[in-house]
């Protein structure tokens, strides 16, 4: 019973990511590639956890979840603020020449 | 039947025995709940992520979809995979409540770094001009 649980979910879940992949494939802006790699990032969390069950290991696999949503996190913010970081000095260039042009 | 079907099919059948049935099963059914209703929630996601026309409406079907769905199926998983109520099992359901408290709080903060990053970054939001505009070029 949790066996045939585990894995149609994992399977669900599996199938679920594709349209979230096509987001990170087609997404017009880095952010939405971000965001795609973010919300899969978080699934394989719950899919760890999924494994653990399958393998009857799950006291070990809960640990590789924690530690998989940590560095998700940190990479998501590492991201944003290194893109922010990047953007102002674009904005930078920009006032640059805006003040040229006057 | 093991050396036909490999062992995908071997676990999938061990499965439909009744002896390797274990567990407490209000549990089970509240956990099995749980996990269906977090994978009705990630669909929304998916479909909003898919189909929403801007950025800010996409963030907005995947922050919200994507953290109460993996709450929500680590909740049911932490309920289905407890077998007895030994010390062992209380330890394990501890351990994914952690991790729900965690995704809990960092999944609307990285959603939120990453709206103020674009946000910064000059990304407008889709507003009824540029559905005009989009519009005419149909017509055209």
Do not use: C
Not at chain 1, 60 to 78: K, P
């Amino acid at each position: 019973m949790t066996h045939l649980f585990a894995i149609t979910m994992g399977a669900a879940l599996f199938t679920l990511m594709i349209p979230v992949v096509y987001r990170i494939w087609v997404g017009p802006t880095g952010f939405d590639r971000i965001l795609g790699v973010n919300v899969i990032g978080t699934k394989t969390a719950v899919l760890l956890v999924i494994i653990g069950t399958l393998f009857d290991r799950v006291e070990m696999f809960v640990d590789f979840a924690i530690a998989y949503a940590l560095l998700n996190f940190v990479g998501a913010i590492v991201i944003s603020r290194y893109l922010n970081r990047t953007i102002s000095l674009n904005e930078m260039d920009a006032r640059e020449k805006k003040g040229g042009a006057k | 039947m093991k050396s036909m079907y490999g062992d995908f099919f071997f676990v999938l059948a061990s499965t439909t025995d009744l002896e390797s049935e274990s567990g407490f099963w209000v549990l089970q059914i509240i956990g099995i709940l749980m996990g269906v209703t977090g994978l009705i929630f990630f669909l929304g996601a998916a479909v909003g992520l898919v189909r929403f026309p801007d950025f800010y409406t996409r963030m907005h079907a995947a922050g919200k979809g994507d953290t109460l769905s993996t709450m929500l199926m680590l909740g049911g998983f932490g309920l289905v995979t407890m077998e007895d109520f030994s010390l062992g099992s209380w330890l394990l359901l501890v351990k994914i409540i952690a991790v729900v408290l965690f995704i809990y709080l960092t999944s609307p903060t990285s959603s939120h770094a990453l709206m103020r990053a674009a946000f910064e970054d000059d990304e407008m939001p889709l507003t009824e001009k540029d559905l005009k505009k989009s519009k005419k070029s149909v017509n055209k």
